[in-house]
């Protein structure tokens, strides 16, 4: 027999940016509850409001099946002596069990035959351990910081009111975090201000529907929210730009949702549309309106948690709000334009960048020597990535980035505009930041790359010359996402710089008295950031030991390493890698295992089997072939051309003997596997292919 379950927790509003993620979560606990107690069940479904979190677990097993549990004791043979009377150790395995030594049986095992003692286990009623797994899954939230309420001990995220919790039609009889479950739920808190009998699972998403005011399904209310406010926008001749952050936030934050429109004044479209935007998006929780071109319109959606009689009265409401927070950034702007970024550099002497590196100012500083000499290597124009480099923090001191935070760079490219300064110039002021995130856009402009880089690796080689390199989780200067910035930089935008001389024309923009680590700063920093490389080729689905085979050569352009890695993959999806890679590692091993160098020289008239005359003929072509495609980088192409020589390196190894007594010949042997390791090694060790054994 199975029923249905249901338990909902009531509380005072919920995170609204992390409901989501503790709807998702108490349904997986309770999964993992129900699966650790062994109990049968079908579908599982979460749900979530402002005030509630719920789960209902269809066909869910009445009790656990009953087990038969088997304790192996001693073997027979020592069980018993010659006379079949049992020995101390059969005796006290019997008594441990409560029966005495007939009563036990014998079993076969992969050990021999062995006492046991086998019992039957009753299953427990489903109803006794629907409490436990519910207050285990709670315990198992990801709550950052709980509080205590009133003069309660219990802990959670906000204040519990209420607990629901159905097995089929009765409520189970269990307690958790105070409240003694019952039957009762709670509808809209101004719709339906009262408490609801719910009769069974089956019923609970439509009584909070209706009489409730309460849509408890979260995707549901998400849709009916992107719908409406997609109408709306419509409305007004306009698109609803909805961001799934936002979306999912003001989800949280309604349980009957009503999308309505609003209006701003035109005025407040000569400021920049991202402040507001910010304003609206991140203070108000609405969803701005764009035309055909994408412009903004001055209209937002709100999204009400009522179905008011006065729409109209709702919507002059948030107009009211709405219009001082664009005002504030109307004057922010107007103010902001009077000052230019030049002269704003002298307040960034006030800021620290970080205490034992000096200041933001020293940091522009640092930037306008460094950006020229990137610049000079990719032919972007060096007056232009100094210029950029000096201004590039000066929006952080001015009132619109102090007052919205997000408009760090983007701010910079208005005002530099406003300055009169080149395009390229203002667009690499929040060009600068790119890429943010992973996936994120890269600089479209020159001076924005070379103002990105220099940025990233100004801060790299800064906190890895003091000590403070990432540890664990613990990255409070995002040297992480740096690192995966300069990779993507100069490998998406094609630049085939060395890392290692860009790390060190960094370090020495520093004072040597500055960085504690000033020697070993540059590798230290190049192999951090190289490593980087490694995750973001799991994610193309690329094996490590492809990675590492490339990693090996020790290289530091990173353009250079991705065409290897990419090269390297291809060649191990031939048929015949796997043997080249096996001989490359059994080629490896031997060169390993000598005193010196290995002879590279091949002496052909000292050439006797024919097969390794016929590896030093395939070698020596190969050579022609492939080096004019390494020579252009063209590392697919060279390994592909030396898959041919499997054969001829199988049947080498297969009749001659590489360390013969005649040293001249064997010599002569090292150095012609020598010369049939360099080809692979050329691009990447290929022997780190090969399984392990």
Same mark, same amino acid.
């Given at each position: 027999?199975?029923?249905?379950?249901?338990?909902?927790?009531?509380?005072?509003?919920?995170?609204?940016?992390?409901?989501?993620?503790?709807?998702?979560?108490?349904?997986?606990?309770?999964?993992?509850?129900?699966? /650790?107690?062994?109990?049968?069940?079908?579908?599982?479904?979460?749900?979530?409001?402002?005030?509630?979190?719920?789960?209902?677990?269809?066909?869910?097993?009445?009790?656990?099946?009953?087990?038969?549990?088997?304790?192996?004791?001693?073997?027979?043979?020592?069980?018993?002596?010659?006379?079949?009377?049992?020995?101390?150790?059969?005796?006290?395995?019997?008594?441990?069990?409560?029966?005495?030594?007939?009563?036990?049986?014998?079993?076969?095992?992969?050990? /021999?035959?062995?006492?046991?003692?086998?019992?039957?286990?009753?299953?427990?009623?489903?109803?006794?351990?629907?409490?436990?797994?519910?207050?285990?899954?709670?315990?198992?939230?990801?709550?950052?910081?709980?509080?205590?309420?009133?003069?309660?001990?219990?802990?959670?995220?906000?204040?519990?009111?209420?607990?629901?919790?159905?097995?089929?039609?009765?409520?189970?009889?269990?307690?958790?975090?105070?409240?003694?479950?019952?039957?009762?739920?709670?509808?809209?808190?101004?719709?339906?201000?009262?408490?609801?009998?719910?009769? *069974?699972?089956?019923?609970?998403?439509?009584?909070?529907?209706?009489?409730?005011?309460?849509?408890?399904?979260?995707?549901?209310?998400?849709?009916?929210?992107?719908?409406?406010?997609?109408?709306?926008?419509?409305?007004?001749?306009?698109?609803?730009?909805?961001?799934?952050?936002?979306?999912?936030?003001?989800?949280?934050?309604?349980?009957?949702?009503?999308?309505?429109?609003?209006?701003?004044?035109?005025?407040?479209?000569?400021?920049?549309?991202?402040?507001?935007?910010?304003?609206?998006?991140?203070?108000?929780?609405?969803?701005?309106?764009?035309?055909?071109?994408?412009?903004?319109?001055?209209?937002?959606?709100?999204?009400?948690?009522?179905?008011?009689?006065?729409?109209?009265?709702?919507?002059? /409401?948030?107009?009211?709000?709405?219009?001082?927070?664009?005002?504030?950034?109307?004057?922010?702007?107007?103010?902001?334009?009077? @000052?230019?970024?030049?002269?704003?550099?002298?307040?960034?002497?006030?800021?620290?960048?970080?205490?034992?590196?000096?200041?933001?100012?020293?940091?522009?500083?640092?930037?306008?020597?460094?950006?020229?000499?990137?610049?000079?290597? @990719?032919?972007?124009?060096?007056?232009?990535?100094?210029?950029?480099?000096?201004?590039?923090?000066?929006?952080?001191?001015?009132?619109?980035?102090?007052?919205?935070?997000?408009?760090?760079?983007?701010?910079?490219?208005?005002?530099?505009?406003?300055?009169?300064?080149?395009?390229?110039?203002?667009?690499?002021?929040?060009?600068?930041?790119?890429?943010?995130?992973?996936?994120?856009? +890269?600089?479209?402009?020159?001076?924005? @790359?070379?103002?990105?880089?220099?940025?990233?690796?100004?801060?790299?080689?800064?906190?890895?010359?003091?000590?403070?390199?990432?540890?664990?989780?613990?990255?409070?200067?995002?040297?992480?996402?740096?690192?995966?910035?300069?990779?993507?930089?100069?490998?998406?935008?094609?630049?085939?710089?060395?890392?290692?001389?860009?790390?060190?024309?960094?370090?020495?923009?520093?004072?040597?008295?500055?960085?504690?680590?000033?020697? /070993?700063?540059?590798? #230290?920093?190049?192999?951090?950031?190289?490593?980087?490389?490694? #995750?973001?080729?799991?994610?193309?689905?690329?094996?490590?030991?492809?990675?590492?085979?490339?990693?090996?050569?020790?290289? *530091?352009?990173?353009?250079?390493?991705?065409?290897?890695?990419?090269?390297?993959?291809?060649? *191990?999806?031939?048929?015949?890698?796997?043997?080249?890679?096996?001989?490359?590692?059994?080629?490896?091993?031997?060169?390993?295992?000598?005193?010196?160098?290995?002879?590279?020289?091949?002496?052909?008239?000292?050439?006797?089997?024919?097969?390794?005359?016929?590896?030093?003929?395939?070698?020596?072509?190969?050579?022609?072939?492939?080096?004019?495609?390494?020579?252009?980088?063209?590392?697919?192409?060279?390994?592909?051309?030396?898959?041919? +020589?499997?054969?001829?390196?199988?049947?080498?190894?297969?009749?001659?003997?590489?360390?013969?007594?005649?040293?001249?010949?064997?010599?002569?042997?090292?150095?012609?596997?020598?010369? +049939?390791?360099?080809?692979?090694?050329?691009?990447?060790?290929?022997?780190?292919?090969?399984?392990?054994?």
């Amino acid at each position: 027999m199975a029923q249905d379950f249901l338990v909902e927790l009531g509380t005072e509003e919920l995170p609204p940016k992390a409901l989501r993620q503790l709807m998702d979560a108490f349904a997986n606990g309770i999964e993992q509850g129900l699966k /650790g107690a062994d109990l049968a069940f079908g579908e599982i479904r979460a749900y979530a409001a402002p005030r509630r979190l719920a789960v209902a677990v269809s066909g869910l097993a009445e009790k656990q099946d009953d087990k038969q549990i088997e304790k192996l004791g001693p073997a027979v043979k020592a069980a018993f002596d010659k006379d079949g009377k049992p020995s101390k150790a059969a005796e006290g395995f019997a008594r441990s069990n409560g029966v005495s030594v007939d009563q036990l049986q014998r079993k076969d095992t992969d050990k /021999g035959e062995r006492l046991a003692f086998v019992s039957e286990q009753k299953g427990a009623a489903t109803e006794t351990l629907l409490g436990g797994i519910v207050e285990k899954s709670l315990a198992q939230l990801p709550i950052p910081k709980r509080m205590r309420w009133g003069a309660r001990r219990e802990e959670f995220v906000r204040p519990v009111h209420w607990l629901l919790m159905l097995f089929g039609n009765n409520v189970v009889d269990a307690a958790v975090l105070g409240q003694q479950a019952g039957n009762s739920s709670r509808g809209h808190r101004f719709h339906c201000n009262r408490e609801l009998e719910i009769h *069974s699972a089956q019923d609970y998403v439509q009584q909070l529907r209706d009489p409730g005011y309460v849509i408890v399904d979260f995707n549901e209310r998400r849709e009916i929210i992107r719908d409406q406010v997609t109408a709306e926008a419509h409305n007004v001749n306009g698109e609803a730009v909805i961001d799934d952050d936002l979306l999912d936030e003001v989800t949280a934050l309604v349980e009957w949702p009503v999308a309505l429109t609003g209006r701003f004044e035109e005025r407040f479209l000569d400021v920049p549309a991202e402040a507001l935007i910010s304003s609206m998006k991140e203070h108000q929780k609405y969803f701005h309106v764009v035309d055909g071109d994408g412009q903004l319109l001055p209209f937002f959606i709100t999204v009400a948690n009522i179905e008011s009689q006065d729409a109209a009265q709702v919507i002059h /409401g948030n107009e009211r709000v709405i219009r001082p927070r664009l005002a504030d950034a109307a004057f922010f702007f107007d103010t902001d334009k009077k @000052t230019s970024l030049e002269a704003r550099r002298e307040k960034l002497k006030q800021v620290i960048f970080q205490q034992k590196l000096g200041t933001v100012y020293d940091k522009t500083e640092r930037l306008a020597a460094l950006a020229p000499q990137i610049a000079a290597l @990719t032919g972007a124009n060096k007056d232009w990535a100094e210029r950029a480099a000096k201004l590039c923090k000066s929006d952080l001191v001015t009132e619109m980035v102090f007052e919205f935070a997000d408009m760090q760079g983007i701010a910079g490219y208005y005002y530099a505009e406003n300055d009169k300064e080149p395009l390229e110039v203002a667009k690499a002021m929040y060009e600068q930041y790119m890429p943010k995130f992973a996936g994120d856009e +890269l600089p479209k402009c020159d001076t924005g @790359t070379t103002i990105a880089l220099a940025d990233r690796l100004d801060t790299l080689v800064g906190i890895f010359g003091i000590g403070q390199p990432p540890s664990g989780s613990r990255d409070p200067f995002a040297l992480r996402r740096a690192s995966l910035g300069v990779i993507r930089l100069l490998v998406e935008k094609q630049l085939d710089l060395d890392l290692r001389d860009l790390l060190a024309k960094a370090r020495d923009n520093y004072p040597r008295t500055a960085l504690g680590e000033y020697n /070993g700063v540059v590798e #230290a920093t190049l192999n951090y950031i190289l490593e980087r490389f490694r #995750a973001r080729y799991e994610d193309q689905g690329i094996a490590t030991e492809v990675f590492m085979a490339v990693a090996a050569r020790k290289l *530091s352009r990173p353009l250079d390493i991705d065409n290897r890695v990419h090269a390297v993959h291809a060649f *191990s999806q031939l048929a015949e890698a796997e043997a080249l890679a096996a001989a490359n590692k059994r080629v490896s091993n031997i060169l390993a295992k000598l005193d010196g160098p290995a002879p590279t020289q091949v002496d052909e008239s000292l050439l006797q089997e024919a097969a390794e005359k016929q590896l030093y003929a395939a070698v020596k072509d190969a050579q022609q072939q492939v080096q004019p495609l390494y020579d252009e980088a063209r590392y697919t192409e060279g390994l592909a051309g030396l898959a041919g +020589l499997r054969e001829t390196v199988d049947s080498f190894f297969d009749h001659v003997m590489v360390m013969a007594d005649d040293e001249a010949l064997r010599n002569n042997r090292l150095a012609l596997l020598a010369q +049939l390791r360099a080809l692979f090694l050329e691009v990447a060790d290929i022997s780190l292919l090969a399984p392990a054994k």
